[in-house]
């Protein structure tokens, strides 16, 4: 088949869209399949076999200056004119702008391709593209609704209508995922909240969980850093959980010898900074991000515990690399992870999202027990290697391409015989 697979911002490393991009288009090309990628900035790193076509925004949140105003030299079009115009109105443009670019691309270009898969943008411009007749999939990784939900709950006075205006183009996600047919998701909890949030027939929702490379994500360290705990966030928001995890962080540091790897990159100013500081942990605390996937294999294989506190995960990514490198876990009880991990306490132990007291019992019950630590970690990464595989999601993910262009062509076939 040839796959044009769009992806409006692929930050690689980091978030569940840029690695989904990168290794679902690997396989893709491994089993045969000529793969295309269209995405704006932060543009993917791919892997040979895999082409990349730039559609580039005006990349208004990029750093050391987001949110910056661009000089009326880059304005190209009208829709650099609705991105800017959307971004100074305090909303969020990228999948709006995004959509319509890779549609009038593709639209000059529809002959190339088989099927369009597009990766969570869920713009205005699928419509445009879907009348093309091009089969079309989708994958959701999980309705933002929950992030605005959170965002919401933690705002104060303007700063609740700020939060609601950048969550603006949820309205927008929905009315796109009720027209799509064919709709991807990463696990049954976003299954069903696809349907419940955006009033999507369940139907129309298939289940493809993520994968995770054995080969790199393993134990890289022995003995493990002592009194090492390591989290992934990919962004400091508070549906991560993180100022969760340093209240308990901290409970624990009064009388142990511990030391906190966060692989985020905080906010300059932010809450996460405050919090450290007023807890008194800002020694024992430390941040790396921009990672290859090695090397974060590294820092998650040389703690002896990683913890997950999300208040609400569509899947998640580090509690399977996590288990992959046979670090044992500490986790909330939200989302998906449940799935990923299983409920049993085997691989992990669960606790309430939130819950500082709580989240603090389990690591100091697993810090104390080094040999439940080697069980939960083996067992872990027993399961990652038996349930989670890149070339698993890839061979699914085909035959759902080829489900809708069967679809497309069924339909187009009755289109002709009524016209007769």
């Known amino acids: 088949m040839r796959i044009a697979l769009l992806s409006y911002r692929s930050k690689p490393h980091c978030g569940g869209q840029g690695v989904y991009v990168r290794h679902l288009s690997r396989e893709l090309a491994a089993l045969g399949h000529e793969v295309e990628v269209f995405s704006g900035q932060p543009y993917p790193e791919l892997d040979p076999g895999v082409r990349l076509t730039k559609l580039p925004s005006l990349d208004l949140y990029r750093e050391p200056d987001p949110f910056r105003t661009p000089r009326r030299s880059e304005i190209r079009d009208a829709i650099d004119v609705v991105e800017v115009a959307t971004m100074w109105t305090a909303g969020f443009p990228e999948p709006l702008t995004f959509s319509l670019r890779a549609a009038r691309v593709l639209k000059r270009r529809l002959n190339d391709f088989d099927v369009v898969h597009d990766n969570q943008t869920l713009g205005y411009g699928l419509l445009d593209l879907a009348r093309t007749g091009v089969p079309l999939v989708a994958t959701i990784h999980h309705p933002i609704t929950f992030d605005r939900r959170v965002d919401l709950s933690t705002a104060r006075g303007s700063r609740r209508l700020s939060v609601r205006r950048w969550y603006g183009f949820l309205r927008m996600q929905g009315r796109v995922a009720r027209r799509m047919k064919h709709i991807l998701t990463v696990s049954e909890s ?168 709580e989240l603090a019992g389990a690591l100091e019950a697993l810090l104390d027990d080094p040999a439940r630590r080697q069980r939960m970690g083996a067992a872990g990464r027993q399961r990652a290697l038996e349930k989670f595989s890149w070339r698993a999601v890839a061979e699914a993910t085909a035959a759902a391409y080829q489900r809708a262009i069967d679809a497309t062509r069924t339909d187009a076939n009755h289109e002709e015989t009524r016209a007769c």
């Open 190 to 357: 976003s299954a069903r909240d696809i349907a419940n949030d955006f009033d999507v027939s369940p139907e129309r929702v298939e289940v493809i969980p993520l994968g995770v490379e054995p080969e790199v994500f393993q134990h890289y360290q022995d003995p493990r850093v002592p009194g090492r705990i390591v989290a992934m966030a990919s962004a400091d928001t508070p549906m991560k959980g993180i100022a969760t995890l340093l209240e308990a962080f901290a409970k624990l540091r009064t009388e142990r010898d511990l030391e906190l790897v966060l692989v985020t990159r905080p906010k300059p100013g932010g809450r996460t900074e405050e919090l450290i500081d007023e807890l008194g942990i800002a020694d024992d605390v430390r941040f790396v991000s921009g990672l290859s996937d090695t090397e974060l294999a590294e820092v998650v294989g040389s703690a002896e515990i990683a913890c997950v506190p999300s208040l609400y995960e569509g899947f998640s990514l580090p509690t399977v690399e996590a288990m992959a490198c046979g670090t044992p876990l500490v986790v909330s009880r939200a989302g998906a992870i449940p799935e990923v991990v299983g409920e049993d306490g085997v691989c992990a132990d669960l606790v309430t999202p939130g819950d500082v007291g």
